[in-house]
């Protein structure tokens, strides 16, 4: 792969002008998908590049000026790409807010961004504007997309999509956004994602098309895509995974983007769309594996013997290096009879591979995917390295690590045992912060990523920890919690949890249970409860968990094994400050809200 200075994808240095080019080859072909109404209604490479050049006409005749960031808050949907490539194509910076925001969080992007122009979702959305409003003075003009309970509304700063639309369409030089979109270099800004803030305020960092070209093009060599590929897109767009899978890579790869209707109708989306490729966050292939076992322990004493037998013969089988006759024919009947419906079942008919990255996943959890005959990859990226440094491939697949580094780019380990990355996907800068940028760089140039990990004989990386959650002993021993954390979540029981114990003289552990099949195993048992939190004071799920708990410590250094654990007994959501949007327990949060539980255990 060419890592020059020059990194062009089929001839293009810049995502706008490779979406320009993929516009004009697809045409009328199907771009995105969404569903209005219980149907998916279908929209095209040209609706695409139409309706984007509306808006970045609009934002030149509202004055935004190249290298000025725009602010989307809305959940994903086709809108939200067409205003991040009008925006990007005349040379402005688009910056995502995550839907879960507060007012406050609002002001303070718009107030770090110094951004003009603000789109919004609905009413909802256009609220938090309103109430913090006069924080945020820079903030001239707000685009709202739907119309809903707006009718009557009106504000001299606030416009709605359609008017919006009107405004690029009816502008006298039509010609200035392709002169814009020409003048786009590729060390120009592509994008600006905030980082989550869970140490400090949040920053911006900028991704250029530099970045984001080297990153599908890195992406076509590691990665087996199709232009017949459909995806599905549910992670938030503010995150760089999901703007990397569901908008750049089938920019340049011309699959097609399904939008999930919604955070809660994932899994059911999934089902209608049957995706070739799917990215998700561990939580979400834990919860279908959680399905799954719970559906087994429905399934009678025949659907019990019959899936274990599929899913022991489909793990023999994945694993190994030369399968003779009698289990590939074995592994056949399995999938014909079991393994295939349960895919069908699943929405993971098609998927020649599936990939789980923003944190760690159970080597378990890849194996029985491996074994149901879908292929998980694990990958190992952040926003700063532009979404994916690493990665697994289906053909050469070293579970147990997130893969080799993408080509053209390198890792090291330093005395400390922190990763470093150097390469063609590092960000540029982050915005207006050239000393936090500074911090993040090593003096010959390499990425501090703040993760602990090892690199094995074939290249591969294993991240182990990050240095903030290393946790020193009262005795003086070091731990590193990410492992013993996958180890619980792999449980269809445990959703979540934090490892407790620095300073401290033993383990301990918060956990939050998963609603779903704790219900169910509640209600199987007839166990009285009368809400999450009585669940969780269950004396029986108490010791459901503390069986999990002492499962898991059997695989860990007396040193390393809870000797205590406590339930949250409030149900979170995206909403709660505790949960990043990717559903990850915030470790400092945690600590500072469940301070008496913590104590208690000690």
């Known amino acids: ?68 960031p725009v602010l989307i808050l809305a959940e994903d949907r086709r809108e939200w790409l067409y205003t991040d490539l009008g925006a990007a194509s005349i040379g402005g910076i688009p910056a995502g807010v995550y839907t879960t925001d507060s007012a406050k969080q609002l002001a303070y992007l718009a107030n770090d961004s110094g951004a003009r122009v603000l789109f919004v979702e609905d009413d909802e959305q256009l609220d938090k504007w309103l109430e913090s409003a006069d924080q945020m003075p820079g903030i001239e003009h707000v685009i709202v997309y739907e119309r809903e309970g707006l009718a009557t509304f009106s504000h001299p700063k606030v416009r709605f999509y359609d008017e919006l639309l009107a405004l690029g369409e009816n502008a006298p030089d039509q010609d200035r956004f392709e002169q814009a979109l020409q003048k786009v270099r590729p060390d120009d800004p592509r994008m600006m994602i905030y980082t989550s803030g869970t140490t400090g305020a949040p920053k911006g960092a900028i991704l250029t098309h530099r970045n984001m070209v080297y990153q599908v093009l890195a992406g076509l060599e590691r990665f087996n895509f199709k232009e017949t590929d459909e995806q599905l897109c549910f992670l938030p767009l503010c995150h760089v995974l999901e703007r990397l899978v569901s908008v750049d890579a089938p920019i340049a790869n011309g699959s097609t983007v399904n939008f999930a209707e919604s955070p809660e109708t994932v899994f059911e989306n999934m089902q209608e769309v049957s995706p070739h490729t799917f990215v998700g966050v561990p939580r979400i292939w834990e919860k279908i594996y959680s399905r799954v076992t719970i559906m087994r322990s429905d399934a009678g004493p025949i659907g019990v013997r019959a899936y274990d037998w599929a899913f022991n013969t489909g793990m023999r089988y994945s694993q190994a290096e030369n399968p003779s006759v009698g289990l590939r024919l074995a592994n056949q009947l399995a999938q014909w009879t079991v393994l295939g419906n349960l895919r069908r079942m699943l929405g993971l008919a098609n998927a020649r591979r599936v990939a789980t990255g923003g944190a760690p996943s159970s080597p378990d959890l890849i194996r029985w995917y491996g074994a149901l005959g879908v292929p998980m990859v694990e990958a190992f990226g952040m926003t700063e390295t532009g979404g994916i440094a690493t990665a697994n491939t289906v053909d050469d697949n070293h579970i147990t690590t997130a893969g080799k580094p993408l080509p053209g780019s390198e890792l090291k380990i330093d005395d400390n045992g922190e990763l470093l990355i150097k390469g063609p996907g590092i960000f540029a800068s982050y915005w207006n912060k050239p000393e936090k940028t500074a911090e993040t760089f090593t003096s010959d140039g390499w990425l501090k990523t703040g993760d602990i990990g090892k690199i094995d004989e074939h290249g591969c990386l294993t991240i182990t920890g990050r240095i903030k959650d290393v946790i020193i002993t009262a005795g003086g021993k070091n731990i590193t919690p990410t492992e013993i954390e996958s180890s619980l979540k792999f449980s269809p029981y445990i959703s979540d949890a934090v ?47 503390r069986e999990v708990v002492t499962t898991v410590n059997k695989d860990f250094a007396q040193v390393e094994q809870i000797k205590d654990f406590r339930l949250i007994d409030l149900l979170l959501t995206a909403e709660d400050e505790e949960l990043t949007p990717t559903m990850k327990l915030k470790r400092s949060f945690v600590n500072e809200r469940h301070k008496a539980l913590i104590d208690d255990m000690y």
């Open 499 to 545: 490892v407790i114990g620095d300073q401290r003289k033993y383990l301990t552990c918060l956990i939050m249970i998963d609603q779903e099949n704790v219900e169910k195993f509640a209600q199987d048992r007839a166990i009285p409860f009368s809400d999450f939190a009585s669940l969780t004071r269950a004396q029986e799920v108490l010791e459901l968990i």
């Open 1 to 68: 792969m060419n890592t020059d200075d020059v990194i062009s994808f089929d001839g293009h240095s810049t995502i706008v002008s490779l979406w320009v080019a993929r516009c004009a080859e697809y045409g009328e072909r199907t771009c995105h998908r969404e569903k209005k109404l219980g149907i998916w209604h279908a929209y095209s490479w040209r609706e695409y590049y139409e309706t984007s050049k509306k808006i970045g006409l609009a934002l030149l005749e509202l004055g935004v000026k190249p290298c000025e």
